[in-house]
């Protein structure tokens, strides 16, 4: 695949010293650069191609979007470009978003965190069908402290089908499913090293949950797994001597669940610690750092880069591309979102713990209704203890249904997934009132999803700043319009705008008079 067919290299490759062709040289990334001297000695200008008649300052040589984070990262996973498309949960990141990233040589994650296992277990079916035999996609493991044995039957599900990368995302601490994808299938390779057959990528935005990943795992989770015969006693061994993850993904200002930290402060933070890990266990090869958070436009990109991601991942604006699975109603409110228009609201996976995630504010009230809810939840103990005007507000304003039909409809959704969430309930009037909010939130996802035209107030659209900026970069340009927002042209424009910025930034170091218009790059129509 040829990364990019509308720009070529100059019909002309003298020097230039003007602001308009010093412009249109550092677009020219496949082709070493010259910093070249002017007449006088004192004006700089830059040449392509091949070294020009005249004084030379410095040589830099070309520039491909493939190496932004050196090679580690592809090499390690058997791709081109070090760009990975995030795991929308609930399925909007869909298996044809996998695979239109596996067959553009970068990585994709389905999104199977909120689902039902059936529902996970079809698009695993259908992802080993398609790419059985490419090992450059994955699917999502979520934690879920609220459905330990979802976890756990999910991880097996995976590993049991030979997926051959895993994200864990969301995870407070280690658990028996996440060790078990980590240590599952290792084996030592002839040149003493540990090999593994599942690659695990863990999504951590706080230094201590990072901690548990550059670590080996707990001897007394692997001893647990050993005697419940999910691992032999040498793949418990051998993942003694390894970190959990040989890819972080450092998570700053997301979509979705976030702690909402900026990646300029939050990467060089755990790139210390795993520097520091790596000489306490002696690891013989080095943990990649990947950026996620924030990152919607090419500057954005190359700014992660430069901090020192090995690889990208990209969430929020690949909720508009063709492949997502969202609703063209909720896609049409991202495409008009701007940086501010985002909003933090309870987790329906993690509502009892007051989790927050970050969402969509812009042309849907679900942040604030979804707030109403927990504060009511907080302040009471049961639906009954509830006073009465404020049940009716609720019952009105958020639910639109009396108390007693969400519980029906809950009592029917967890019938299903986990009859023992209602043995619970019925036991504890407070869980009870927790699994009926937490209806409203799971279902404002699925609104969003299907394009309920009904509740779209109440759309629940995970999304982060990067969305707006995205917007703001893509406006004029033909990514402007939804239809030809594919997620391969989005990665490629991204990774192309980065290297073009990083280009910018080399030659000024070297002092070369770049104009303003040097340091952007509009979207093209890549191939």
Known sequence: MSVLTALGPPADSSPVFSPEGITARVRQIREPVHVVSGPDGRELGIATGAVPAGPVLGTLPPLYPEWLGGRTFCEAHGVRFPYVAG?????????????????????????????????????????????????????????????????????ELLLRRGVPRISASAFMELTPAVVLCSAHGLRPGPDGSVVRRTHLLAKVSRPEVAERFLSPAPPALLDHLVARGKLTRQE??????VPVAEDITVEADSGGHTDNRPLSVLLPRIAALR???????????????????????????AAAFALGASYVVVGSVNQTAVEA????????????ADVSDVAMAPAADMFELGVRLQVLSRGTMFAQRAARLHAAYRAHGSLEEIPSALRATIERDVLRAPF?????????????????????????????????????????????????ESRRADFQIWCGPAMGAFNRWA?????????HRSVVLIGLNLLEGAAVLTRAHQLRT?????PAEAFTYAPCELA
């Open 87 to 155: 795991e929308m949960a609930n399925g909007i990141a869909t298996t044809r978003m996998v695979s239109a990233m596996a067959r553009a040589e970068m990585i994709g994650f389905f999104g199977a965190g909120g689902l039902a296992y059936p529902d996970v277990e079809r698009a695993v079916d259908a992802l080993v069908r398609e790419l059985g035999s490419r090992s450059n996609w994955g699917v999502n493991l979520i934690h879920s402290p609220a459905e330990p044995a979802l976890e756990f039957r999910v991880a």
């Open 236 to 241: 418990a061994s051998l993942a003694a001597l």
């Open 275 to 301: 520097d520091a890990l790596g000489r306490r266990f002696g690891y013989r090869r080095p943990v990649r750092l990947g950026a996620a958070g924030g990152l919607g436009t090419p500057d954005a990109v």
């Open 325 to 336: 699975g969202l609703s063209d109603a909720a896609k049409a409110m991202l495409c008009d």
């Open 404 to 452: 007693d039909e969400i519980w029906r409809h809950a009592r029917t959704f967890w019938d299903q997934r986990d009859p023992a969430e209602i043995t619970r309930a019925e036991a504890d009037p407070k869980h009870r009132m927790a699994l009926v909010f937490r209806w409203y939130l799971g279902s404002s996802s699925r609104w969003a999803i299907t394009g309920e």
């Open 475 to 483: 406006a004029g340009s033909f990514l402007a319009d939804p239809a």
């Open 510 to 514: 070297y002092g070369v008079p770049l």
